[in-house]
């Protein structure tokens, strides 16, 4: 039982009683990240339950927890789209960029240079969009509303202070912009080298080359970036309740002083100064938002192991 | 696909006269410095356009993007042929995002700078918001705060995450719950982070009642944060270890958890220590959970366990900003103080990391 002997055939060291033990916390270490996992889920619904079915005095002024997190649900969705629109090309550029268009000396920096501003803190990020960010937009979105107010989403009126839905997706679009490239960078940087030769040795430009060879090959790999980019862009919380003036509506202008909130952004606002049934009605929207959000990585993930799988 | 690599260059060779056999080689071609030239036209004629008509920086800096991508297509249209212009036109876009994600990195940083630096005095680091309304004030109880709350939280991944890391690595092999493990944990780093909150706040509600703050809650909430990363990078660093250094230990008899504690984990030490530094500097950056559930104190507290609650340097920075008192001005610039030191730690963790990583990492052995 201790010491040496026994399994020598089978290759694998002697078994002794530090072996049992150590084995048993490696796996009782993964095992207890499950657990964590599950208890996520049970603690939130656990503790959300009741704020399903509160009083409508709970609900500040909606009947009922649908017509509460409605809006709230439209607002994250709407935000994350717009931070997507504009970061996925801006992404792939860069990506394209620090893979295939910078010289092999300049490439690693450069990469580094974006991974930095995923290091910066959210918190920074909300100063930035409020204090400097959003009072430069207000121009631009005048600008909108003058030319194009025929468009729903530039009905206006401006909000003077620029703190709108569309400057807040601009900085969740800054926000998930490294994300995005850091993946998309790695799978363009593993198209097969014979491919990309290939195609220039038949005399394609390297834009030609770069879509037959390099697009086709990580197709799935940038719709996983984006996913995850997604995923990020929903569950952001500080920047967009910085930025964001909220009322809570539902609206396609996107330039207004008045903004449907985010669900991670409402509760950031609201939870500090609330108890009673109203914590519980916060802890089931946000169950709501871990519930997406875990959908959407799931989903991204299960992409990116399905290609790693294939080839 | 192949349609769009086919030249049309010589589509009518055969219905050529057959005087002229010479099918060019060569096409014109733009000169090497061609883009930077053009470049160059742009950020002048948008200089002196702006100059001229009074327009504002960005207005001419949007212009003078705009002008270089028509420019340089335009040009290579001209002298050289349409497919060497498209490739013109996506070489010029493709380094146009690059330059405009550079200016959100380059803004924010010179915003801080100029607005954090004058507020960096000893009283700052020194002192703290008891009593304090107006002028002066300190973070102390936000930066020790930060520094428990982050250390509670790195106390707790860096043994489960490493413990988890060594399971897959060594023990897990392809076993169902090695391959769902490693799949939950990519999916755990999408948590968002207010939900890590909710999740502490939740479970210690029911521990110690309504209404609960508590610096551990936010180490819990962090650890949650945490533990996907440390588990990843270390993963990473063990699989880079040889299997001659393994087989080499057993072969001289050593039981397999000698050879993870003495060989394994040693080897890839350095990696490890990156990982986790890294991984420390994302949370310590966090808002959102500690917002939630280490809430917000004007004194210092040194207790993590203590049920009260706990400041933090991103709550600070928040509040500060949010709720600055009666003459705004002063806690605006405590905030705009606060988040610099706040980029000030995130950078030099992430500069040690990487220090950590070049400097000790075992070299390349294959």
């Known amino acids: 039982m201790s010491t040496t002997t026994t399994e020598r055939g089978t290759g694998r060291p002697a078994r002794q009683r530090g072996d049992v033990v150590f084995a048993g916390v490696a796996k009782g270490a993964g095992v207890l990240i499950l657990l964590a996992l599950a208890g996520v889920t049970f603690f939130l619904t656990f ?134 490239t850091a993946i998309s960078r790695e799978v363009f940087l593993q198209t097969p ?47 967009v309740a910085m930025v964001l003036s909220a009322t809570g509506v539902v609206t396609f202008n996107l330039i207004s002083s008045v903004n449907p909130s985010t669900i991670a952004a409402n509760i950031a606002l609201q939870f500090p100064e609330s108890s009673g049934e109203r914590v519980n009605v916060l802890i089931a929207t946000g169950l ?24 | 696909m192949t349609d769009q690599l086919t030249t049309t260059e010589s589509p009518s060779l055969d219905s050529e006269p057959p005087v002229q056999l010479t099918v060019p080689l060569s096409h014109p071609r733009l000169p090497r410095w061609a883009p930077l030239a053009a470049l160059a036209f742009s950020v002048a004629a948008a200089g002196v356009l702006g100059i001229l008509l009074g327009w504002g920086l960005v207005a001419i800096a949007s212009f003078a993007t ?25 070489t010029a876009l493709v380094w146009t995002s690059f330059a405009i994600a550079l200016v959100p990195l380059l ?56 413990m988890t890391a060594v399971y897959l690595v060594e023990y897990g092999g392809d076993s169902r719950l090695a391959r769902w493990l490693t799949f939950l944990v990519d999916v755990m780093t999408g948590i ?22 508590m610096g551990f809650g936010g180490s819990i909430a962090l650890s949650l944060l945490m533990i996907p990363v440390v588990v990843r990078s270390c993963e990473e660093m063990l699989r880079l270890v040889p299997a001659d250094l393994r087989e080499a230990s057993y072969a001289l008899g050593v039981p397999k958890w000698r050879t993870i504690l003495r060989v394994v984990i040693p080897t890839s030490l350095a990696g490890i220590v990156t990982g986790v530094t890294l ?78 990583g070049a400097r000790f990492s075992p070299k390349k052995a294959r």
Not at chain 2, 77 to 88: F, P, S
């Open chain 2, 192 to 213: 968002p982070s207010i939900v890590a909150g909710l999740f502490a706040y939740a479970l210690f509600q029911l521990i110690f009642g309504p209404g609960i703050r």
């Open chain 1, 288 to 311: 709501v938002l871990f519930v997406v959000t875990f959908a959407v990585n799931f989903a991204a993930r299960s992409i990116v192991a399905r290609g790693q799988i294939k080839g």
């Open chain 1, 47 to 180: 503790e959300g339950i009741p704020g399903l079915t509160g009083d409508d005095s709970v609900y500040s002024g909606k009947d009922g927890f649908l017509s509460y997190v409605w809006p709230l649900v439209y607002g994250t969705v709407l935000a994350a789209l717009i931070a997507l629109l504009i970061a996925t090309p801006l992404a792939i550029g860069v990506a394209l960029v620090t893979s295939h268009y910078a010289p092999a000396r300049l490439a690693r920096p450069v990469a580094y240079t974006i991974d930095l501003l995923a290091a910066i803190p959210s918190v920074v990020y909300g100063l930035w969009g409020i204090n400097f960010l959003a009072p430069r937009l207000v121009p631009g979105y005048q600008f909108l509303q003058e030319h194009v107010s025929w468009l729903p989403f530039f009905a206006g009126p401006t909000a003077t202070t620029g703190r709108t839905i569309l400057t807040a997706g601009i900085v969740l679009a800054v926000m998930i912009l490294p994300i995005i």
């Open chain 2, 66 to 90: 705009v002008l270089n991508v028509v420019a340089i297509t335009g040009w290579s249209r001209a002298v050289e042929n349409a497919r060497a212009a498209k490739d013109r036109l996506m």
């Open chain 2, 107 to 162: 803004s924010l940083t010179w915003t801080v700078l100029a607005k954090g630096l004058p507020q960096l005095t000893g009283e700052f680091f020194t002192g703290t918001m008891r009593n304090v309304i107006g002028e002066g004030g300190g973070i102390q109880h936000a930066i020790v705060g930060t520094l428990l709350i982050t250390l509670g939280a790195a106390v707790i991944s860096v043994p489960v995450g490493l």
């Open chain 2, 279 to 356: 991984a420390v500097a994302r949370v310590a950056g966090e808002t959102a959970p500690l917002l939630i559930i280490a809430g917000k104190t004007d004194s210092v507290s040194w207790n993590l366990f203590s049920d009260a609650p706990m400041m933090t340097l991103p709550v600070f920075t928040y509040y500060s900003y949010t709720q600055p008192g009666i003459p705004a001005s002063f806690g605006q610039e405590r905030a705009w103080g606060a988040a610099l030191v706040l980029i000030l730690i995130v950078m030099a963790l992430n500069l040690l990391a990487r220090y950590v």
């Open chain 1, 193 to 239: 080298k014979l491919h990309e030769e290939a195609a220039l040795a038949l005399g394609a430009t390297r834009w030609e080359m770069i879509r037959t060879a390099v697009f086709p090959h990580a197709r799935s790999g940038i719709v996983s970036a984006v996913m995850l980019g997604l995923g990020r862009a929903l569950g952001e919380t500080m920047a």
